[in-house]
């Protein structure tokens, strides 16, 4: 096959990775060593398998190998025996994860055409940009479901298409974590072909696999086998049988290598596993190492004369995107438009939602807003808005965002774009349907319910209400960065509850407890409340009309101080709601950072 034609030629120069006496041990309060001061070499034009049994650490190697797990590490990793810079490999290599999390509400084109924006650098023609994509396809067998949403792929169809995004700009350096899990022994065959084109087309190659059938395993040039963190075999797939009966380990035939591998790795098969580990390290330990004293790191080669010793001293050169952060921010925009535009139950269903209730609710409360024998009616239809925008905003947000901080992790840790310009793009590719959803409802609501047909107080009730729904976006967004949906469904209403108790709707203000009075002003529905109740009453409204032959409250004085609400605290109010989307909005970013070094 021939190699893919892109202006990005990083790996026509053969390059090798090398790392020696790597090791790593999980955090925590009991550390756990998983991986054994292992060696190893992959070099480029040859397809490597990892095997291993389960808990192995297989897929670890491959975290660290790639650079998605730096803490706990020990050894040295090289690249054409070059200390590793982090940044610059970032933007050699490309690591698929066996869980690709993708966009399901993007078609396979679209994707494709996105991660060519995002990847390549704007020079790059929009003709070109094409060609390459019609290439990838056309290499992956993807040429038919182009335009087919990625949620409808088959799982063949989204193994190749992961590889279709990060082939975008032509990495020399690519690892795959179980590309074959769940798919069929024809699927397992066809993507384990492309990988093998794509790797003896020049580039290295690494993936993790599970329990190969005899076919799968003679597509592959090298395999690495690991039991219990330490290597037992590095080499050919030819090898393995000459090298595994010099430690007592005797094939059947015709029987899988693979599984005759797997075997005497999980320790089922009578041998010696240790002569098979000193081995290995054997023959690593002279060919070459790295030690360090401080920051001082320094290469010793197997055909170093002795006591000749090589200092390297890695790049400091900061992360380069390929594109700058504006226009990573206008594509990401326009992305999450797309995909919040095509989503029925984020998007679709939730207008649906805020016209329906908003009917149902001005019907349920007609004409009651101006009538001074139903001002607790009234009061009562007005906190019902404000929690059906709260809820009805956080709790979608809470339940889809998980999905989509899956696929931002994936895309950040493969240097696409930076977290201050997703961050951007996600706060502005959100407003407008937080501007709609809150919009429709209180228009419907607002005048079936009779509230006082007053431009300025709709106009307040108004940014009460799109400020209510914007902080509910933002705790939503909170709750889905830091936290599963099942925990972000349970604490949004769990952390709502104390917050509507101090609202002043249950209980005035006057009426707190002295020590409980300071908790009414870190309640966000208090701020909205208060807004909402100032917008329809406060403002001078004087007398409302009276229905029955007496009415108490028909002076909205009288309900302002009923309420404790007789200083007018609207610009508070409003601050109180923009403060509390800010620390929100903080939150969410501080939870992706805190998400990204968990990954680390």
């Known amino acids: 096959m021939a190699a893919i034609e892109v202006d990005i030629t990083a790996y026509r120069k053969s390059i090798n990775l090398h790392f020696h006496q790597l090791g790593y041990t999980a955090p925590g309060k009991k550390s756990v060593k998983i991986l054994h001061d ?35 590490v020990e050894g040295g990793i090289l690249i054409n025996g070059a200390v590793r810079d982090k940044n610059d490999f970032r933007n050699k290599s490309s690591y698929i994860p066996q869980e690709f999390p993708m966009l399901g509400k993007l078609t396979t084109l679209e994707t494709l055409k996105i991660a060519a924006d995002l990847k390549l650098p704007v020079k790059i023609s929009t003709e070109v940009k ?53 798919l069929d022994s024809v699927s397992c065959v066809q993507v384990v ?20 059938s005899s076919h799968v395993l003679e597509l592959f040039d090298d395999i690495y086998v690991l039991s219990d963190g330490q290597c037992i075999y590095s080499g050919g797939v030819d090898g393995i049988i000459e090298t595994f009966q010099g430690a007592g380990y005797d094939c059947p035939q015709y029987y899988n290598r693979a599984d005759f591998v797997l075997e005497v790795a999980s320790k089922e098969r009578n041998g010696d596993l240790q002569t098979l580990v000193n081995e290995h390290r054997e023959r690593y330990s002279s060919e070459v190492f ?23 001293v890695p790049s400091s050169r900061g992360l380069v995107y390929p594109i700058s952060r504006w226009n990573q921010f206008l594509i990401l925009s326009k992305r999450s438009l797309l995909c919040t535009y095509r989503d029925f139950f984020f998007a679709q269903l939730r207008v ?30 007005l906190f019902f808005f404000l929690l059906f925008i709260f809820f009805g905003n956080a709790m979608p947000t809470a339940l889809t965002y998980p999905s989509e901080a899956a696929v931002f992790l994936r895309e950040y840790m493969n240097n696409w774009y930076s977290l201050g310009s997703y961050f951007a793009s996600k706060i502005i590719a959100d407003l407008p349907l937080q501007i709609i959803c809150p919009t429709l409802f209180i228009a419907i609501s607002y005048f079936l319910s009779g509230q006082p047909i007053e431009e300025n107080r709709f106009a307040m009730m108004w940014v009460i209400c799109l400020l209510t729904a914007i902080s509910a976006q933002a705790m939503g967004l ?79 004085d009288k309900i302002l101080k009923m309420m404790d609400m007789t ?34």
Not at 197 to 204: N, Q, V
Not at 356 to 378: E, H, M, P, Q, R
Not at 523 to 551: K, V
């Open 38 to 72: 292992i060696s190893g070499k992959f070099v480029s034009g040859r397809l490597t398998a990892i095997l291993g049994p389960s808990g192995a650490g297989k897929t670890m190697l491959l975290n660290v190998l790639s650079g998605f797990k730096t803490k706990g």
């Open 130 to 182: 094409l060609k390459i994509i019609i290439d990838i396809t056309g290499i992956l067998g993807l040429e038919k479901c182009l335009n087919t949403l990625v949620e409808k792929l088959s799982g063949g169809e989204r193994k190749r298409l992961s590889i279709g995004v990060e082939l975008i700009t032509n990495p020399p350096i690519m690892f795959f974590d179980e590309p074959t899990s769940g």
């Open 193 to 212: 072909t492309h990988l093998r084109e794509l790797a003896h087309s020049g580039r290295i190659v690494i993936c993790v696999i599970h329990q190969p």
């Open 290 to 312: 790295v030690e360090e004293s401080g920051e001082e790191k320094t290469y010793v080669s197997k055909s170093s004369s002795p006591g000749q010793k090589q200092k390297l």
């Open 352 to 381: 649906i939602a805020h016209v329906v209730v908003g009917v149902l609710l001005g019907l349920v409360f007609y004409d009651i807003g101006s009538d001074a024998s139903k001002v607790l009616t009234n009061l009562s239809c």
């Open 478 to 556: 909170l709750a889905g960065a830091a936290f599963s949906v099942q925990m972000g469904i349970f604490l949004i209403p769990a952390s709502c509850i104390p917050m509507l108790v101090f609202s002043g709707y249950f209980i005035r203000f006057n009426e707190l407890y002295y020590m409980f009075k300071p908790m009414s002003y870190i309640s966000l529905f208090r701020y909205s409340f208060e807004g909402a109740t100032q917008a329809i009453y406060g403002f001078d409204r004087g007398n409302l009309t009276c229905t029955e032959p007496f009415c108490y409250y028909k002076n909205a």
């Open 567 to 600: 200083y007018n605290r609207f610009g508070l109010d409003i601050a109180g709601l923009l403060t509390w989307t800010l620390m929100f909005q903080i939150g969410v970013y501080i939870a992706l950072i805190i998400r990204l070094k968990k990954s680390h």
